[in-house]
């Protein structure tokens, strides 16, 4: 007899696996195969095997066969049998031990740093639950049964809305739903704008191009993760140098578009120029170009006026792009990307025919989040808690280093510690070394940065300090950490 599968998970709670491959006929297959499902721990002390007349009709074999089986192992100590209650594994037969084995040593977890203020990430000890998990009931109780089945690669009309109504509000963009397209961050918006894929909308030349080609122009300090990704679809990227009112877009040559953070420069801190920002649109403009906009977290500003979406200048030139990643959480994974009517098709046919990346609960979710006003009291919430944090790292460095100038805290998460010349790299070692983890300026820097017209003016060595990644308790003893490892003046 080959192997077989017993299936009583509705009678006795279980699903039985038997290999009936032993010699000696069919009593002693099933005793065997009974005898090693117990010793290997498949069948757990006090599991109630099937009743004779099923087991036996399951493996097509004589009810004495199974009872004669049962029986032998009863005698053995193996099972139990008890009148009215069935035949079960005994609670002494207990799989057979791993110590004639080499004991399996699982490595070490790596140990993390003991004060982390890299940047990129809010505090995680904040995520508003309660409040989530309302709007996530709400949100589910009222749902159509159409949410469960292929999601709209737009996005769900509810989210789309609700998004409409937030960012026209807070952030000055003019959008209505159709022109928005909800993704699971801004990464993966740039793989929809510049991936080869099956565009066939107006901004396309055709089935397999991209919906945007290059050469894209891009700050000289960013992400690298980011110029890396659009290194792997194919796009040049040309950094564009940087000085005290952000971006030198008056260089912008003949560049199919360009990647600029207006609201607040990253890493540097500092917003576009108002007359930058009117100029970088006239360019795009003239040159049939494009202006992506990566609002990473232009809710949290702190000591000026707020500075509303380069998009509102011109939603025709401008593909605002944003995400819950900074003010609720990135594991949440949900973004937007606010399109030129031209892109949208598109952008929707890269995507495909159904939702592959963002969960609908979650986008419902997210919907009544903002409806409800649950939205804007986190993220007035998070702003204080996150201007005290501020605060009390710019209180700390004047007492402890004041010859260190703290630059980029009118707004966002980070700030900018500027470095005597030269000293970057042996602060971050002194701080790896007392398990502080920090980002260094320099690997922000475009690989070409150097070369690329002149130097910039406004960059040379410093710290990235994410003063909101540090649970709340833990951000006394990271600033006392982070002060220790400074240089000297």
């Not at 509810?158 to 998004?163: F, G, N, S, W």
């Not at 990135?330 to 030129?340: D, E, H, K, Q, S």
């Not at 939702?355 to 409806?371: M, N, P, R």
Request: proline share 8%; glycine share 10%; aromatic share 6%.
């Amino acid at each position: 007899m080959g192997e077989s599968w017993v299936n009583y998970a509705e009678r006795i709670g279980v699903d039985l696996h038997l290999e009936l491959s032993a010699p000696g006929g069919r009593r002693a297959a099933l005793t065997g195969a009974l005898r090693e499902a117990v010793r290997a721990g498949r069948l757990a002390p006090g599991t109630r095997l099937p009743p004779y007349r099923s087991l036996a009709a399951d493996l097509g074999v004589a009810r004495n066969t199974v009872a004669d089986a049962y029986a032998e192992l009863v005698a053995e100590g193996w099972l139990t049998a008890r009148q009215g209650s069935g035949t079960r594994v005994a609670d002494r037969a207990e799989p057979a031990r791993a110590a004639a084995r080499a004991p399996r040593r699982t490595p070490p977890r790596a140990r993390g740093p003991r004060h982390d203020l890299r940047q990129g990430s809010p505090d995680a000890s904040s995520f508003p639950r309660a409040a989530w998990l309302a709007s996530y009931r709400r949100a589910l109780q009222g749902a159509p049964s159409e949410v469960f089945g292929p999601g709209d690669p737009a996005g769900r009309r509810e989210l789309r809305e609700a998004l409409a109504e937030y960012l026209a509000r807070a952030r000055g963009v003019r959008a209505d739903p159709g022109r928005i397209v909800i993704c699971s961050g801004f990464a993966h918006a740039l793989r929809l704008l510049f991936e080869p894929g099956h565009a066939k909308g107006k901004g396309s030349g055709g089935p397999g191009d991209a919906v945007l080609r290059g050469p894209l122009a891009v700050e000289a300090y960013g992400l690298g993760f980011h110029r890396r990704l659009l290194t792997a679809a194919g796009v040049r990227t040309v950094p564009l140098p940087l000085d005290d009112d952000g971006a030198r877009v008056g260089l912008l040559e003949r560049e199919r578009g360009v990647l600029l953070t207006p609201a607040h420069q990253f890493p540097t801190g500092g917003p576009l120029h108002p007359g930058r920002r009117a100029a970088v649109v006239d360019w795009a403009h003239a040159r049939d170009a494009v202006v992506l906009e990566d609002d990473y977290d232009g809710e949290f500003r702190y000591d000026r006026k707020p500075v509303g979406a380069v998009q509102g200048l011109d939603p025709e030139r401008v593909v605002h792009i944003g995400s819950v990643s900074k003010s609720l959480s990135p594991a949440l994974r949900l973004g937007w990307m606010v399109l030129p009517e031209r892109y949208v098709d598109g952008v929707l046919a890269v995507k495909g025919e159904r939702e592959a990346w963002a969960s609908v609960l979650d986008q419902l979710s997210l919907a009544d989040f903002i409806a409800s006003g649950a939205y804007d009291r986190h993220v007035r919430r998070m702003r204080q808690r996150y201007r005290r944090r501020r605060d009390r790292l710019v209180e700390a460095l004047a007492e402890h280093a004041p010859h260190v100038e703290v630059t980029g805290v009118a707004a966002g998460l980070h700030a900018v510690l500027r470095l005597p010349p030269g000293t970057e790299r042996s602060t971050l070692k002194a701080a790896a070394w007392q398990g502080v983890a920090l980002d260094g300026l320099a690997e922000f820097r475009h690989p070409q940065a150097r070369t690329a017209h002149d130097a910039d003016p406004a960059v040379g060595d410093g710290l990235v300090v994410g003063y909101a990644t540090p649970p709340e308790h833990a951000y006394g003893a990271a600033l006392d950490a982070l002060c220790a490892v400074l240089p000297p003046p």
